[in-house]
């Protein structure tokens, strides 16, 4: 069973109440249980070596240039996210800061718009993988639908730190550590957040979007030649979907600002210099990738600006 999900956590840093709770979560299946990041497994590195023989030459170059792109922009970007490496080494930041005030508020005032958004491209990602037309798929996604539209409010969390999570007890409220809120400064880097989060709440404990979050973690493996399955297809499916639903938030809300800047602000957390993953998740740098790999329309985009 799971009830306690988290976006990111860095066990080394965690008190050690939080730790132990944490383990507890992970290790027997309490009334939190918990999927943790521990961020300690040595990164895989490039991809190239596996999916070499599947991925012409031409579409790697353009997924390590679009990912390029993405982290340059972030250096360039007065708006650009800081990378999760970089918020776990910043101290704890009080609720009434005024960074964790102004990204709270951006959270709380962009979640109607995010659910919204993450309907959206749900239901567009399940027809993409032919994921509907039966009665018992369609019935899921509808439950996963109406899980995501139930939640109501996103609670500022000085502990949670980098994170963001969900207690699967109280799927209505997304918590957002403060340093998290800090640290993605714009519209963009906010509703990706929020997507992810609203993605697991989605899938719930009746496992609604197993069957996506196995398709999306095929074609991932078999686009990148990692190894995507379980805990790390949801994960990325998560982060595809916070990815999907910031492009659309570009797409209906015009601004001066230019695209690949705003696109990038939905996968700039993710440009560490600490490129580390583990069995739940992908190491950073190969979610952003990994996201490239399964979106060329949006790599394009990065790289050409249009
Ligand atoms: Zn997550």
């Not at 290790?27 to 991925?55: E, N, Y």
């Not at 805990?231 to 690949?260: I, K, N």
């Amino acid at each position: 069973m799971r009830f306690y999900r988290r976006h990111i956590v860095p066990l080394r840093l965690l008190s050690g109440t939080a730790l132990s709770l944490l383990l507890m979560g992970a290790t027997v299946v309490p009334r939190i249980s918990a999927k943790v990041l521990a961020q300690k497994r040595p990164s895989r590195g490039m991809l190239t070596s596996h999916s070499s023989d599947r991925v012409s030459t031409e579409a790697r170059e353009m997924v390590e240039v679009a990912g390029e792109t993405v982290c340059n922009e972030r250096v360039r970007d007065p708006k650009g996210s800081v990378p999760i490496d970089d918020m776990q080494s910043r101290p704890s930041l009080p609720v009434d800061s005024p960074e964790a005030v102004a990204g709270a508020r951006r959270a709380q005032r962009l979640l109607p718009l995010a659910q919204r958004l993450v309907v959206a491209s749900l239901r567009q990602l399940t027809r993409d993988y032919n994921l509907t037309g039966t009665k018992g798929q369609d019935l899921k996604i509808q439950r996963a639908v109406a899980r995501v539209e139930a939640v109501r409010d996103v609670r500022p969390d000085v502990d949670s730190r980098d994170n963001a999570s969900v207690l699967m007890r109280n799927p209505r409220t997304i918590i957002f550590g403060t340093i998290f809120l800090a640290g993605l400064p714009s519209d963009e880097g906010i509703i990706s957040v929020l997507s992810h989060e609203l993605v697991h709440i989605a899938d719930g404990s009746q496992d609604n979007l197993k069957l996506l979050f196995r398709a999306v973690g095929n074609r991932a493996s078999f686009l990148t030649g990692l190894k995507i399955r379980d805990q790390r297809a949801e994960e990325l499916t998560c982060d595809l979907l916070g990815t999907l639903a910031t492009r659309s938030y570009v797409t209906a809300t015009p601004s001066y600002e230019a695209l690949p800047q705003r696109i990038s602000r939905s996968l700039e957390h993710n440009c560490v210099d600490s490129d580390e993953g583990d069995e739940d998740h992908l190491s950073p740098r190969d979610t952003i990738r990994a996201i490239l790999f399964l979106r060329p329309a949006l790599s394009r985009e990065l790289v050409y600006g249009r």
